[in-house]
């Protein structure tokens, strides 16, 4: 009885070990952008090259601002008089409120004065949206890292005319490597077994990573014999190591 159940662990374990299995992959960034300006105009700097690790938030580029920011001033401007427009006009409502009271004026005379606020209402109204659009202008100059990654590459230089009117160009391509993906295919009976958020592990160039099973694909790889599956795990490779996309990876499946 006690070898009975001695060859059933040994089974156990040996199929266990049976379904474990390494499975080549390779490494993708999990973000790749190739980033622009909403504005047009003459390149000012730019302040990356490629290789460069960036923060969320750096200033990648910026465009001449010079337009931009004497457009901010004079809406400035006009916000500040509009409001002591606008000022003036509600003490005039309020006297024309008390004499119309008081049977001094005509109603007439108090619906100007009604009208006249309302007028400077709206203007004050529309000086305000209109600085508010110069300053998103403005903020339209500047290239900004929208997420922490690796500059890839730069496109443009200092002193080249972008127009983005009709056809987006590219100044700089960003990549986020933190997280990391391995993508690797394999047979449907193995992607079977697998869920996503299931932990697994990576090994690149003899480091060992945990991860977890981001994705599993549901369309079949063409030109195989068989079919076969994407799955892509992701992992937060160590700040000493810069890995690469296209880098060759195994991935550790249960």
């Known amino acids: 009885m006690k070898r009975m159940r001695h060859l059933i662990l040994l ?9 474990a299995q390494d499975v080549d992959a390779t490494l993708d960034w999990s973000k790749r952008v190739a980033l622009s300006t909403p504005a047009s105009g003459v390149v000012r ?35 500040t008089r509009l409001k002591l427009t606008l000022e003036e006009a509600e003490r005039e409502y309020a006297r024309a409120e008390e004499l119309y009271e008081r049977t001094v004026i005509a109603e007439r005379d108090r619906q100007l004065v009604e009208i006249e606020l309302s007028v400077a209402k709206a203007n004050h109204t529309a000086a305000v949206a209109a600085h508010q659009r110069s300053r998103v202008d403005l903020e ?9 990654g690796i500059v890839l590459a730069v ?56 991860g977890q099973v981001q994705t599993l694909g549901l369309e079949v790889r063409q030109g195989e014999s068989k079919p076969r599956y994407e799955i892509v795990v992701r992992f937060t490779p160590s700040d000493k190591q810069q890995l690469r996309a296209g880098q060759a990876a195994i991935i550790e499946l249960p």
């Open 11 to 19: 089974l156990g374990v040996v199929a266990t070990g049976a379904l």
């Open 45 to 79: 700097e730019i302040n990356v090259v490629p290789g460069q690790r960036v923060e969320a938030g750096a200033r990648l580029g910026q465009l001449d601002d010079r337009r931009a920011q004497a457009e901010l001033r004079r809406t400035s401007a006009d916000v």
């Open 140 to 148: 339209d100059t500047r290239l900004v890292a929208p997420f922490a």
């Open 155 to 210: 496109h443009v230089s200092p002193g080249e005319t972008i127009s983005n009117a009709l056809q987006v160009t590219p100044m700089v391509t960003l990549a986020s490597d933190r997280p990391m993906l391995a993508r690797a295919w394999v047979d449907e009976a193995v992607q079977a077994r697998l869920e996503p958020d299931q932990a697994v592990a990576v090994r690149v160039a003899g480091d060992r990573y945990d």
